[in-house]
């Protein structure tokens, strides 16, 4: 049996930006960096992620840490390095976006749920090599877990996610457009084969030093059967407008890594806002609400905090979690669907909804506005005397019907059940008709989608069946 080393080269783009922690800073969560201050993708953040999304299947591929008896642990066959991150801060600085949770009941900011983190710009690039030791006996399956891995990348498929805090719409890695996977095998019984791979390990690899490398090939029916993934366009009809704000009450921006300015939906934000419906709708049918008003009354009543953390472990107290945490995994799919498919403190969820992003058309003069802001000034009327209330005056601006393109959004759902894709497309349909605002309350909120959805994946005929509901003539 003789060795050989796999070479996979995964040409990666972030279409919305990417998050890879390392601590924080009191409630700034900070990106990850290298010796010289530049972010990087931590090579153990990539290949855990890779590891939980094989499962099983891929654990011959990952190696064993030492049982409990003191067995001997098995050595990783994959190779996974540390990965520079590449955009121009110059042009395209780091963004430090501010999120937060709100109260359902009250509308309210919750205690402990404002945090701020810091993340790369959208369209972060990066290049994945990846190193496997394969021999000569196991080529067949070597081969088949290289194209597995890739296979995850496929835009068609959703992406895959990388990096902290994707939960907020970031994270999403494809690959870049018109560029695919290759690998290379490096037979070490062959001089030469080894020669060229140590030379490659030696140099620092670049997209030239695999243009010879051979393309991964994909099965025919490479689409995966345990995800539903969705894509629309969001537009503001005629008239309206929305405003979700980022501090400074005006419509959240960022800049790509082109350097052009974005208007942004941020995929917390559409998150929550199908939480929220969702969790409506299983109430309506008899499902266990964990987040009810009843359990809101109970906790005010008896003096018990309601906070993010209390939410986020499903009101279990603090000195129970450990003993308790097996007990509620094992019976959050019957007892707790909507936490089952958003996720909780102990078990991320399995939905995700992606930024946003539209190009501002054209970048205003400091101090000015863009053609597609519009400005507003506010005040509080006092009911006694009708006037203004001291301290109450204060002004907006709002993005408008103006802007001529669509919000793209892209989300998807790993092992969806019926009854959740049947809530999504029904939370879909209510945003559509007007029946869900967007944003903060200083604009009316109102969108709808531009087009019939595009989905694929179980259950997407639920989507492809939507009529957008015109409200333009």
């Not at 990846?130 to 597995?148: I, T, V």
């Not at 995700?352 to 519009?374: M, Q, R, T, Y």
Request: charged share 25%; aromatic share 10%; net charge neutral.
């Amino acid at each position: 049996m003789s060795k050989i080393m796999y070479g996979l080269y995964l040409p990666l783009v972030f279409p919305e930006g990417l998050a890879p922690g390392s601590g924080s800073d009191f409630n700034t969560l900070l990106l990850a960096r290298d010796g010289k201050g530049k972010p990087v993708l931590r090579g153990t953040a990539l290949a855990g992620a890779l590891r939980h999304a094989c499962g099983e299947e891929g654990e011959t591929f990952f190696g064993s840490s030492c049982g409990k008896d003191l067995d001997e642990g098995v050595p990783s066959p994959l190779k996974v390095p540390d990965i520079s991150l590449e955009f121009d801060p110059a042009q395209s600085p780091e963004d430090t976006r501010t999120h937060h949770m709100r109260n359902r009941h009250t509308n309210t900011v919750l205690d402990g749920a404002l945090f701020s983190l810091e993340s790369c710009p959208p369209g972060t690039l990066a290049e994945v090599l990846l190193w496997l030791e394969g021999s000569s006996e196991n080529k067949k399956r070597d081969k088949a877990f290289l194209a597995h891995l890739a296979g995850f990348f496929i835009p068609e498929r959703g992406g895959f996610l990388v990096g902290g805090n994707a939960a907020r719409g970031i994270g999403r890695a494809v690959f870049r457009q018109g560029k695919m996977a290759v690998f290379q095998a490096f037979d070490f019984t062959d001089a030469g084969a080894l020669g060229k791979y140590l030379d490659f390990r030696q140099n620092i690899p670049s997209a030239d030093a695999v243009k010879d490398w051979k393309p991964v090939s994909f099965p025919e029916n490479g689409e995966s059967s345990d995800r539903l993934t969705v894509q629309f366009e969001l537009k503001i009809p005629r008239g309206q407008d929305i405003l979700i704000a980022d501090g400074d009450m005006a419509p959240q921006r960022v800049r790509n890594r082109e350097g052009k300015l974005c208007w942004r939906i941020p995929g917390s934000t559409l998150r929550g806002l199908f939480r929220s419906w969702i969790t409506r709708l299983a109430a309506r049918e008899g499902k266990d609400v964990m987040d009810t008003h009843a359990k809101y009354r109970e906790f005010i009543q008896s003096g018990t905090p309601y906070d993010g953390d209390s939410l986020a472990w499903l009101f279990v107290r603090k000195l129970e979690r450990k003993n308790k945490k097996e007990e509620l995994r094992r019976d959050m799919p019957a007892k707790y669907p909507v936490q089952y498919l958003f996720g909780t403190g102990f078990q991320r969820g399995r939905i995700h909804f992606s930024d946003a992003l539209v190009p501002i058309s054209s970048e205003p003069e400091p101090g000015n506005f863009s053609k597609e802001e519009n400005y507003r000034s506010h005040v509080r009327i006092d009911p006694i005397t009708g006037g203004a209330v001291p301290g109450a005056l204060f002004s907006n601006t709002v993005l408008t019907s103006q802007l001529a393109r669509s919000f793209s959004v892209t989300f998807f759902v790993e092992n969806p059940q019926e009854h959740e894709a049947k809530w999504l497309a029904q939370t879909l349909q209510a945003l559509d008709f007007g029946l869900l605002r967007l944003g903060s309350s200083k604009a009316s909120g109102r969108i709808q989608l531009a087009g019939a959805p595009a989905a694929s994946g179980v259950f997407s005929e639920l989507f492809t069946n939507i009529q957008p509901f015109e409200t333009e003539e």
